[in-house]
């Protein structure tokens, strides 16, 4: 069996000669098992074309769908969080800190910046899961605060994308006071008459909940989106009760008067245009 054994020895295919498919070439659907190709995926704002099942996204991402010609201001981008209380837990906070950033690109949870969406100019805050679960600390905090001081300065509406485990643990007290610190700024937006919209995107929990995300003139979320403020888990165990089924989606939140409206996110910078429409003359 001549053919089916290799006469030359030591033959070497170079790296860049092998032929394999690209990685991250298609991409399967946690919800339904549907398997698209990325571009395609892409071309629908990350969601499936099967089941419609909204995929994580990050800020740059956000970025992209909602800035005419993905052109936007960043604001405060070399934000980077400092070591308030010297917290070690597997890892030192700072090393924790470093490791994130190297691993995500990102300096902290949240971006943010100033564009045009249909012509129209907002601030987008967005959050980022993949930095330290979406947590909220002081650099979070911060940059909220401060771009809606560049909205009550320039008189801009205000959208927020939340997407959070709630506060981070390793700044304690001082993510905490986060809560306090953007709601009040919430108050001059409102004083001011600048809109103040919340999209609350999969997952949205803890203090990100009980603070500026559920504050919106317009509070709106992404179908099948986590909205809740403890898990189910906890909750259950709190109660000693079975929760309903379809406990804390955006479906429920919404059927429970906590939502506006949910937004496919294929629509979302349309309907955020006709929105600002009804609501902002400038
Ligand atoms: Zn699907």
């Given at each position: 069996?001549?053919?089916?054994?290799?006469?030359?020895k030591g033959i070497q295919t170079p790296t860049e000669a092998k032929r394999e498919a690209p990685d991250g070439l298609w991409y399967k659907c946690p919800d339904c098992g549907k398997i698209m190709h990325t571009r395609e995926h892409k071309l629908l704002a990350y969601t499936c074309s099967n089941c419609n099942y909204h995929e994580r996204i990050g800020s740059q991402e956000y970025?992209?769908?909602?800035?005419?010609?993905?052109?936007?201001?960043?604001?405060?981008?070399?934000?980077?969080?400092?070591?308030?209380?010297?917290?070690?837990?597997?890892?030192?906070?700072?090393?924790?800190?470093?490791?994130?950033?190297?691993?995500?690109?990102?300096?902290?949870?949240?971006?943010?910046?100033?564009?045009?969406?249909?012509?129209?100019?907002?601030?987008?805050?967005?959050?980022?899961?993949?930095?330290?679960?979406?947590?909220?600390?002081?650099?979070?905090?911060?940059?909220?605060?401060?771009?809606?001081?560049?909205?009550?300065?320039?008189?801009?509406?205000?959208?927020?994308?939340?997407?959070?485990?709630?506060?981070?643990?390793?700044?304690?007290?001082?993510?905490?006071?986060?809560?306090?610190?953007?709601?009040?700024?919430?108050?001059?937006?409102?004083?001011?008459?600048?809109?103040?919209?919340?999209?609350?995107?999969?997952?949205?929990?803890?203090?990100?909940?009980?603070?500026?995300?559920?504050?919106?003139?317009?509070?709106?979320?992404?179908?099948?989106?986590?909205?809740?403020?403890?898990?189910?888990?906890?909750?259950?165990?709190?109660?000693?009760?079975?929760?309903?089924?379809?406990?804390?989606?955006?479906?429920?939140?919404?059927?429970?008067?906590?939502?506006?409206?949910?937004?496919?996110?294929?629509?979302?910078?349309?309907?955020?245009?006709?929105?600002?429409?009804?609501?902002?003359?400038?």
């Amino acid at each position: 069996m001549s053919w089916f054994t290799r006469k030359d020895k030591g033959i070497q295919t170079p790296t860049e000669a092998k032929r394999e498919a690209p990685d991250g070439l298609w991409y399967k659907c946690p919800d339904c098992g549907k398997i698209m190709h990325t571009r395609e995926h892409k071309l629908l704002a990350y969601t499936c074309s099967n089941c419609n099942y909204h995929e994580r996204i990050g800020s740059q991402e956000y970025f992209e769908l909602l800035f005419d010609d993905t052109l936007y201001t960043e604001l405060d981008a070399k934000m980077s969080s400092g070591d308030p209380l010297h917290f070690t837990d597997t890892k030192a906070y700072p090393d924790r800190i470093r490791a994130t950033e190297k691993k995500t690109g990102l300096k902290d949870a949240v971006r943010t910046g100033h564009g045009k969406v249909n012509g129209r100019d907002l601030v987008v805050a967005c959050m980022d899961f993949g930095f330290i679960g979406g947590s909220m600390g002081s650099v979070v905090g911060e940059k909220i605060a401060r771009a809606m001081d560049y909205s009550l300065a320039h008189r801009i509406p205000f959208l927020m994308i939340s997407k959070s485990g709630g506060a981070r643990m390793m700044e304690a007290g001082f993510s905490l006071m986060q809560m306090a610190k953007t709601s009040a700024k919430i108050a001059l937006l409102d004083k001011a008459g600048i809109p103040y919209i919340s999209l609350l995107t999969d997952p949205t929990t803890g203090g990100v909940t009980a603070s500026f995300a559920m504050l919106g003139d317009f509070n709106i979320s992404e179908p099948g989106a986590l909205i809740g403020f403890a898990g189910p888990r906890v909750i259950r165990e709190t109660i000693g009760k079975d929760l309903p089924k379809g406990f804390q989606s955006a479906e429920f939140v919404q059927e429970h008067g906590f939502l506006d409206f949910i937004v496919d996110r294929k629509e979302l910078k349309d309907r955020l245009a006709s929105l600002l429409d009804i609501i902002w003359k400038g």
